[in-house]
């Protein structure tokens, strides 16, 4: 969200507290961060780079427009693949440690697509990009850890009881069990024929 934290102003018992007001979207149509919603919704400011906020105020189809220091567009316009949403640090193992960040962030060059209120021609569908080699390893690490760890915990014994309670699914022929109050015995019984004297 695109709320600050309550600030004090003053040191006597006359404090005030005030709370600088999320910056409503500017797109038409859109009214992200209005009073008549119940959810707040991160916004961006526009650039600093002139090119690229000309490029901002075209993609919002709103002419001769002139975005103030607090004019925002938010979340909502743009495509998934142009949010940040966690930072990652390389490693000195080759590794990458990854946090997720308290507000999301655009990357470089980032311009507003989606436009689900107005004409579908305004939208723009981007091209799906290639995750670079580093982040896709990171997400099969990923992937593969949190797999791990659910195989772990639906491998857990929590009590005797409970394997006593489950045994019967579990073994099944040629294994055999046998249940005593504190343990449980599994095994297979193998026969085979006398060997035969030799003479």
Known sequence: ???NQ????GDGPEKLYFVKMPRKCCVPCCRSNYKTETTLTSTFGFPKDEELKKKWISSINRKDYLPGSTAAVCINHFDEQHIIWEDRIPQKDGSTYTIERKRPKLVDGAYPTKFPNQPHYLSEDLPKTRKSPSLRRAKEITRAENQFSEWCEA???KS????KENVAEKVKDPWQHTLKENSIFI???ETSDCPKEMI
């Open 1 to 3: 969200m695109d709320v």
């Open 6 to 9: 309550p600030k004090i102003r």
């Open 155 to 157: 491998d857990n014994i």
């Open 160 to 163: 005797l009881n409970e394997i």
């Open 187 to 189: 095994y297979k019984i």
